[in-house]
């Protein structure tokens, strides 16, 4: 995770955007997207929290 908030901002905001292509998914996992966005999830901005909870639940929507 980057220091520096617009490229956390910029990543999530990615990922958010890369998680709607389901064959992405897999690949995401493999390079442990999860264990990344986890912390993301109580930056201390706002818009990177949602968009870590975002890409997260579309993760889990997809897989049940």
Not at 37 to 62: F, H, K, M, S, V
Request: charged letters at 20%; hydrophobic letters at 40%; proline letters at 3%.
């Amino acid at each position: 995770t980057s220091a520096i908030q617009t490229e956390r901002e910029c990543a999530c905001a990615g990922l958010a955007n890369l998680v709607f292509d389901c064959g992405a998914i897999p690949a995401l996992l493999q390079q442990d997207v999860v264990r990344r966005l986890g912390p993301l999830l109580i930056d201390d901005n706002r818009g990177i929290q949602e968009g870590a909870a975002g890409t997260l639940r579309y993760i889990a929507q997809a897989y049940t």
